[in-house]
């Protein structure tokens, strides 16, 4: 059980593109999910906290009009990254919790790729 | 707030040997405690996580933990290495204290575990 289902896998485009990655979780219905940026050998930053149906909060730090996030249904969160330029490739990973309890662990899914030309 | 430190960016062992990764926390409330696997070019996989309760905890693929509060550490062990354990390991607390940053995840630095035959 809980499992969250990611896409695309990998991207690459030119620079310039906009950009749009899939969070869905497949047996659970997620109230919140979270969008996360890992560099090569670092570990994961958080940059945004999606909740259904409302506006997604942002970390200190992340463009919220280059980082949009839509988290339209309980089961499916998209983080698109607009105009997309060689600095922002990176892996983009999501993940997804039943509710923001503490208790309750974060389930990741399987990241993104992005590699921008 | 809450903070991981995970002593050891690497850890080599040998195939059958004893793995140990360390990971202290600071918190300012009961801590929540979570380890999590990567392998490459994936997402991250809970392997057990600490909440209340027993604090030797035991997770999948034959890895537990122990909860020390006197220590604040959650050490991850697992008896025997094997050569499918290699892989990047996270240790993350669980944000608290109500506000913008309840139910956030903060994660430790990582460790790559190598294996060798």
């Known amino acids: 059980g809980a499992v969250v289902s990611q896409h695309p896998s990998w991207v690459i485009c030119k620079s310039g593109t906009s950009v749009k990655i899939e969070c869905r979780s497949l047996d659970f219905q997620a109230t919140t999910m979270f969008w996360y940026r890992q560099f090569p050998k670092q570990s994961l930053m958080l940059m945004a906290t999606?909740?259904?149906?409302?506006?997604?909060?942002?970390e200190q730090g992340v463009e919220k009009d280059k980082f949009l996030i839509n988290h339209a249904s309980l089961t499916l969160s998209t983080l698109t990254v607009t105009s997309a330029h060689p600095e922002d490739s990176s892996f983009y990973i999501c993940s997804a919790s039943l509710w923001t309890a503490r208790n309750q662990p974060q389930h990741f899914g399987d990241g993104t790729r992005l590699s921008i030309l | 707030a809450q903070s991981v430190t995970q002593l050891g960016s690497h850890v080599s062992v040998s195939e059958g040997a004893l793995v140990l990764l360390r990971c202290n926390y600071s918190s300012s409330v009961p801590p929540y405690l979570f380890w999590y696997v990567q392998y490459p070019n994936q997402g991250l996989q809970l392997l057990l996580k600490?909440?209340?309760?027993?604090?030797l905890v035991k997770g999948i693929n034959g890895f537990e933990a122990e909860f020390k509060k006197s220590e604040t550490s959650f050490h991850l062990t697992k008896p025997s290495a094997h050569m499918s354990d290699a892989a990047e390991y996270f240790c993350a607390v669980r944000r608290g204290a109500g506000g913008t940053s309840y139910g956030k995840l903060t994660f430790g630095q990582g460790t790559i575990l190598t294996v060798h035959p």
């Open positions: 600490y909440t209340t309760g027993a604090t």
């Open positions: 999606s909740n259904e149906g409302s506006k997604a909060t942002y």
